[in-house]
Each structure stands twice: as C-alpha cells, then as structure tokens.
C-alpha cells in the first residue's frame, strides 16, 4: 500500500510541476478519493487530502523560485476579493478547535474542511492559464463531468442490482435507495445536485439560441453535457434524494426567472403558474407538497425535532461560540429525546389511536438518534465555529452574490448566473441536509467561489468548447 501510494504521489507532483491547471482538474475529477483513507505517521488522510497538499506545495515551490525576491513573490499572489473574509472564517474555525470537547478530532476536522478547501482555492485563482479565462470552463466542467459520471453509474447500476448496499431496508427492491461509493443516499444527492445545475447551466449559455456551431467538436461536447445532467440525475433520483430534487427545482427556477432572455423568463413563468395550479387541483399532489413544505412527514418531524434539540442546545449557553468542531454529537446528547411521536396530519383521530390502540402506538414512536450535525446550513455553522463563523458564512454569501455586478462582459455574467444558480441548489438543499462539511463538498463550495471570482476577473469571452 505505501509503495503503491508513493508511486502514486510522485506522478501527480510531476504532473503538477509540467502542467498544474491539469492537476488541478485532475484534483476536481477526484473529489470522491476522500473515501480512500490511511495513516501519515500516525496522522489519519485521505487521498485527496495528499493531492490538495502536494498541488499546494508544488505550486508554493514554483512560486517561490520564479519570483526574484519576496516582494516580487507576494505582489504576484492574490487571495481575491474574499481575503480578510477568509482569513477571518479560518480564525473562527481555529477557535472552534480549542472549544471542541474532543480537540484531536477537531484539528483533523479543521484541517479536512477549512484549511486544505482554501489551499485549493488559493492555488485554482492564481494559476495564469486559468486566470485568463481561456481554459477554466472546459477544463472545471469536464473534471466535475467525469467525476459526476463515476459517482452516478455505479449508482444506477445499483438500482438494478443492489451491490455495495449494505443497508438491509436500502438494498431490499420495493425501498430501495442507491448509495454509489458512499455510504448513505443523500450524499450521491449533495454531490451530483450541482453539478446537474451546472451542466444544465452552460448547456443554455452555450448551445442557446444565437450560440449553435456545426462543428464535430461542439455537437460532441453538446451530447456529453448532457449526458453529465441526465446520468446524475437519474442517479439521484434513484437515490430518492429528496432535498437535492427540491434543491434543482430552486435552482431552475431561479435561473428560467432572471436568465436574460426574454423567451425563456415568458416560458419559466407559464410553467411555474401552471406546475402551481396543477399541484393545487390535485389531491395527492397538494398533500405531498404542504407535507414536505410544511416538515410534517416523517423525514420532516424528525428534523424539526432535531433542530429544537440544536436550538435548546445553543442557547443554553453556547450561542457565541457553539458546540466546536467535531463537537455536537457529544454536546447534543443532554438535550437528546430518545424519540418522537411521528404525528399523522391527515388523521383527526391520530391522538385517539396513539391513547388506545397498543399497535398503533407502536408504530407511531420512531426512535430517534444522533447525527453528526443538525442538518440545517445556519445550524450546522452556527454548531461548528460559532455564531460569528456562521455570520461570516453569510457574508461570503452575499459577496459570491455581489460579485455578479463585477462581471466585465456580458456573455460572462450569464456564466456567473449559472454558477448563483449552483448555490441555489447547495442553498436549498442545505435547508435539511449537511452541504459543507465533508471532503468533498468543502472543496466544491471554495470551488465554487474561485470559478465565480475568475470569472468576474476575467476581460475575455468564456468558450465552453476552448481546448
């Protein structure tokens, strides 16, 4: 193993010192390594992890012996117009270390999620080829493409044959829920819901009306965008995803309403009123959307609960600084219910049956246990590095929403529109699930914000098709 890993870890530096922007996609296509996992000297890493670290550090080298002094070396490094958010979010994220009941877990947690993401974002935004504007969409979306193809495939391929499934109620047929290489459904749903956005996304920019080329190349790059939205999304369907289904919804939405184009507006309106209406006449359809709308299934009572634990929790004393890092699962537990009564909505005699009937009562108490994080993105933030960290969040949010006015051309600002749209989807999704804290999403979510920057900064038109 260690043999094979170093071999491994030589090629990618020589790859990063000939070529670092393919090792940056290289990096982008291997976001799901994070599952391969091993010691360093005793300290626990993933593949992806060394990759981050060695790009990082091949990079810094390359850096450092180009520039002829220091000064030179720093004025040729920028951190954008993010810098003292970043720094500001890491000096929170440092506290929660020391306020974590468990601070060995807390460092690989800060190290995992918070410095290595940025060391990323730091290298993808000061790499010249990407800097231009020239290569970063075909090289980005190709890597996040084939990646999303490797994640969803063995996915659908386990709808039909339930191999790597090892939860029981998950691999039986009549519940089945796909997990690809992960270990519960809802991540294939967090991983492949934005990049579904995001194909979705330059497929409209790119092949739209006005923007149709003949050539074999672009009708090539045509078919395989759109095989990176209907292969994932299918993947998270069979996932049975639910907040990445809503999570797409919201960003569609999104972009058919504020998309400049007039046609598109016109027939995102028409489809929402009418997808409204028809919600509305139909029973089963209506009961289904004020049941998940309103959290009163049963996925949605049991979150509901888990937040008033996470609230109760917060305000009794921690509403500055939190649970720390890695620490709510350990903080929550005073405040933890064994379970709940899975209330009935639709049933005026649901309190009479839980009273008098044994059976029922049976049925109706689900047992309730403790997850890792609250399952809310204002609350996992706020659990993890604080109060002031969570707010933090939010203004970096609403810079990455701001920086859409700093698009220098126009054709650019319908890509940065696309790329809101993405966040749409995390946002939304994150609403009930966890979109941040986990190798792989950390690294999207400063992914996210280093495209949307180069692509502000960038003077030139963006070509999907530029090779």
Same mark, same amino acid.
């Given at each position: ?10 090629? =990618? ?11 940056? @996609? ?28 060695? %790009? ?34 890491? =000096?929170?994220?440092?506290? +929660?270390?020391?306020? #974590? ?36 969409? +075909? ?40 997990? $690809? ?20 996304? %330059? ?15 672009? !009708?090539?790059?045509? *078919? ?39 046609? &598109?507006?016109?027939?995102? &309106?028409? #489809? ?12 089963? @359809? ?7 709308? $309103? %959290? ?23 509403? *500055? ?15 933890? @219910? ?25 049925? @109706? ?35 990455? %929403? ?28 994150? &609403? ?9 999403? !950390? ?12 692509? +502000?900064? #960038? ?9």
């Amino acid at each position: 193993m260690i043999y094979l890993l170093t071999i491994y870890c030589v090629l =990618f530096a020589i790859l990063a010192w000939k070529r670092i922007d393919w090792a940056v @996609a290289f990096v982008i296509f291997c976001l799901p390594t994070y599952l391969i996992r091993f010691s360093v000297f005793g300290l626990p890493m993933t593949l992806l992890e060394v990759m981050i670290l060695l %790009l990082f550090v091949v990079w810094l080298i390359k850096k450092v012996t180009n520039a002829a002094n220091f000064y030179k070396y720093y004025k040729s490094v920028t951190l954008s117009n993010y810098k003292w958010w970043i720094l500001i979010f890491l =000096f929170f994220a440092t506290v +929660s270390v020391f306020v #974590s009941p468990d601070r060995t877990v807390a460092l690989g947690i800060w190290k995992a999620y918070f410095i290595e993401p940025i060391l990323f974002f730091v290298v993808l935004i000061n790499i010249p080829r990407l800097k231009s504007g020239v290569k970063l969409v +075909s090289l980005i979306t190709g890597a996040l493409g084939a990646s999303a193809l490797v994640v969803a495939i063995p996915a659908i391929i386990q709808k039909f044959w339930p191999i790597g499934i090892e939860n029981s109620f998950w691999a039986a047929e009549a519940t089945r829920r796909v997990v $690809s290489w992960y270990g519960f459904p809802n991540a294939v749903g967090l991983y492949l819901a934005p990049i579904v956005i995001l194909f979705l996304g %330059l497929i409209i920019v790119f092949f739209g009306k006005g923007r149709r080329d003949k050539s074999r190349l672009y !009708s090539w790059v045509f *078919v395989l965008s759109c095989f990176c939205v209907l292969v994932p999304l299918s993947a998270i369907i069979f996932a049975r995803s639910e907040g990445a289904l809503f999570g797409i919804l919201a960003a569609v939405i999104f972009l058919g309403l504020f998309y400049p184009n007039k046609r &598109l507006r016109l027939i995102s &309106l028409v #489809s929402l009123v009418s997808l409204v209406l028809l919600v509305s006449f139909i029973p089963q @359809a209506r009961t289904y959307a004020v049941d998940k709308i $309103s %959290l009163s299934d049963h996925s949605g009572q049991i979150r509901v609960q888990q937040w008033k634990e996470t609230w109760t929790m917060l305000t009794d004393g921690r509403e *500055v600084f939190g649970a720390g890092l890695a620490g709510y699962q350990t903080t929550i537990e005073p405040y933890h @219910a064994e379970g709940i009564w899975i209330e009935d909505k639709q049933d005026p005699e649901w309190l009479r049956k839980v009273l008098y009937n044994e059976e029922f009562k049976k049925q @109706a108490w689900q047992p309730t246990e403790i997850y890792m994080y609250p399952h809310n993105i204002i609350l996992n933030f706020w659990s993890e590095i604080g109060l002031f960290g969570m707010l933090v969040v939010l203004v970096l949010g609403m810079k990455f %929403l701001m920086n859409y006015w700093k698009v220098k051309n126009r054709e650019n600002q319908k890509i940065y529109l696309v790329l809101i749209a993405v966040m749409v989807a995390i946002l939304v999704h994150g &609403l009930v699930d966890v979109p941040y804290f986990k190798n792989d999403l !950390s690294v999207f979510w400063w992914l996210l914000f280093a495209v949307g920057w180069l692509v +502000s900064r #960038s003077k030139t038109k963006i070509e999907f098709c530029k090779i």
